[in-house]
């Protein structure tokens, strides 16, 4: 059969064969270059995954050596007075995390080892009201310092009381389980019990994620209506006899206390903090040395039985970082001097 070539002349069979034979090479060749290249970023990739993984499990080491290391601290806390001579205490370098633990404040270390780091903070959970511990009182103080209007109030106390109360009386503003969470689309029932988590009040009547997060109160309404508030839930903790340590407390936290307006809570934070920069001792000792201290404000007598300088709860951050790739534990922990039990654990990349 004859050929022609794309100007219509003749070709000889011998040159369509080598030019069919040409075309055959380079898709051949072309298809092994694209094998090549499938197979390179395969490589490629797993390569990058076991990297990653293997740094994921270093990382994550590295974090629990973190909650070995606060275990540690809290143990070593218990050794410490601040009047080790400086000679002792040169190449301790634990001492200042041990120490600050002793005096009831929080701490925050890291730790380099090799090619990763860790790094831990301890914080004393009694920093925070415990919500399970609060009088209509208390609420009160805590709604204002969180910017929730006075008229939410009634409703969020009352509804709140309800949900940890054994009985099955509403309150005036409150809400129990056959008049109202059984009427849900989605019904349940009301705990009847101390709450295991603050994030828990989500289920309860009146709370939603602006009261507890902060943001939009009302966001159904005009822009010109709208109520922007602060929140609780940084204020609030589910652990502790309900004291607040006024050692590590924070400046909203000491203003849901009687008498403790923002003056006064400022005043509070300056007292523990005097001293610090040339190594005195300011933290408040126990709470009559806190009543003592802070006489001046004019605080009530009845404060005295709300407040604490110690605490056997501690909110425990752990991150192990290892190149890019870092893991941090959360955990509340109990450790009342010899015993440790972990309370709550939360891993997270």
Not at 256 to 262: A, F, H, R, S
Request: aromatic share 8%; with cysteine.
């Amino acid at each position: 059969m004859l050929k022609y070539d794309t100007r219509g002349e003749r070709v000889k069979e011998g040159a369509a064969r080598g030019g069919s034979a040409l075309l055959v090479a380079i898709w051949t060749i072309a298809l092994l270059a694209m094998l090549v290249m499938t197979f390179t970023f395969d490589i490629f990739l797993e390569t990058k995954l076991t990297t990653y993984a293997r740094n994921r499990r270093q990382a994550e080491f590295l974090a629990l050596s973190g909650l070995e290391m606060a275990q540690m601290l809290l143990d070593r806390q218990r050794g410490v007075s601040g009047n080790e001579t400086e000679e002792a205490t040169a190449e301790d370098k634990w001492y200042t995390a041990a120490l600050e633990l002793s005096r009831g404040k929080a701490t925050t270390v890291s730790e380099e080892l090799g090619e990763g780091e860790i790094r831990l903070t301890i914080t004393p959970e009694p920093g925070k009201r415990n919500v399970n511990k609060l009088t209509d009182e208390d609420w009160e103080r805590i709604l204002l310092t969180g910017g929730i209007p006075e008229e939410y109030w009634p409703e969020l106390i009352d509804c709140f009381n309800d949900w940890v109360d054994t009985d099955s009386l509403p309150r005036t503003d409150g809400a129990e389980t056959e008049d109202y969470y059984s009427t849900l689309d989605k019904p349940y029932r009301a705990r009847n019990g101390p709450l295991d988590t603050v994030r828990e009040l989500l289920l309860v009547k009146g709370f939603n994620e602006a009261v507890l997060s902060g943001g939009v109160l009302n966001p159904d309404l005009p822009k010109d209506q709208q109520i922007t508030v602060s929140g609780i839930q940084d204020m609030l903790t589910t652990y502790g006899d309900g004291k607040v340590n006024v050692n590590t407390a924070e400046r909203r936290v000491l203003m849901t206390l009687p008498d403790v307006d923002d003056l006064v809570a400022d005043a509070i934070i300056e007292e523990r903090t005097v001293g610090i920069a040339d190594s005195n001792d300011s933290s408040f000792k126990d709470e009559g040395d806190f009543m003592n201290r802070m006489r001046i404000a004019g605080l009530s007598a009845s404060v005295q039985s709300l407040v604490t300088t110690r605490s056997n709860f501690f909110r425990i951050t752990a991150t192990g970082l290892y190149g890019p790739v870092s893991r941090t534990i959360r955990a509340i922990v109990h450790y009342d001097g010899q015993r440790w039990s972990v309370l709550q654990w939360r891993e997270e990349p």
